[in-house]
C-alpha cells in the first residue's frame, strides 16, 4: 500500500514539473519570439528612416536645379525687358518701365496620393460619415 502511495505522489510531481517546465518554456519561447520581433520592427523602420533620408537628399538637389533654372529664367527675362519678382507665393512680372504686365498668385499642388474626395473638399464642410440623431 505504500508503493502505491510513493507512486502517487511521485506522479503527482511529475506531473507539476512537467506543468512546471511547459510554463517556463513557453515563457522564455515567448519572449524570444517578442525579441525577435522588436528586432524585426527596429531594422524595418531602420531601413525606412534610411530610404526618406535619401528622398530627402535627393528633394533637395533637385530644389537646387529648380532655383537655378528659376534664376535663368528670371535673368533672361530682365535681359528682354521684364521683370519677375516673387513673393511667397505671388509672382509679379512687369517692364523695366514699370508697367505691370501680370500679377498671379502660384497655384497650389495638389497631393496626387489623397483621394479624390479628400482634395476638393472644403476644409470646414461636415463630415458625412456622421450620422445624426
Same mark, same amino acid.
Given at each position: 500500500?505504500?508503493?502505491?502511495?510513493?507512486?502517487? *505522489?511521485?506522479? #503527482?510531481l511529475?506531473?507539476?514539473?512537467a506543468?512546471l517546465?511547459?510554463?517556463?518554456?513557453?515563457?522564455? !519561447?515567448?519572449?524570444?519570439?517578442?525579441?525577435?520581433?522588436?528586432? +524585426?520592427?527596429?531594422t524595418?523602420? +531602420?531601413?525606412?528612416?534610411?530610404?526618406l =533620408?535619401? =528622398? /530627402? !537628399?535627393? @528633394?533637395?538637389? %533637385?530644389?537646387? @536645379? +529648380?532655383?537655378?533654372?528659376?534664376? =535663368?529664367?528670371?535673368?533672361? @527675362? =530682365?535681359?528682354?525687358?521684364?521683370?519677375?519678382?516673387?513673393?511667397?507665393?505671388?509672382?509679379?512680372?512687369?517692364?523695366?518701365? !514699370?508697367?505691370?504686365?501680370?500679377?498671379?498668385? *502660384?497655384? +497650389? /499642388?495638389?497631393?496626387? %496620393? @489623397? $483621394? #479624390?474626395?479628400?482634395?476638393? #473638399? $472644403?476644409?470646414?464642410? $461636415?463630415n458625412?460619415?456622421k450620422?445624426?440623431?
Open positions: 500500500m505504500a508503493d502505491v502511495n510513493y507512486a502517487y *505522489a511521485l506522479s #503527482a511529475v506531473g507539476v514539473c506543468i517546465g511547459g510554463f517556463l518554456a513557453f515563457r522564455s !519561447g515567448r519572449a524570444a519570439n517578442l525579441t525577435n520581433i522588436q528586432q +524585426q520592427t527596429i524595418a523602420l +531602420q531601413m525606412q528612416i534610411n530610404s =533620408k535619401d =528622398k /530627402i !537628399g535627393e @528633394l533637395e538637389k %533637385e530644389n537646387i @536645379l +529648380q532655383r537655378d533654372t528659376m534664376d =535663368k529664367i528670371t535673368s533672361a @527675362l =530682365k535681359q528682354k525687358g521684364l521683370i519677375v519678382t516673387i513673393d511667397g507665393d505671388m509672382v509679379v512680372i512687369s517692364s523695366k518701365g !514699370g508697367a505691370e504686365i501680370s500679377a498671379t498668385r *502660384a497655384r +497650389q /499642388i495638389i497631393n496626387p %496620393e @489623397l $483621394p #479624390a474626395a479628400k482634395r476638393h #473638399a $472644403p476644409k470646414n464642410a $461636415p458625412s460619415s450620422t445624426s440623431s
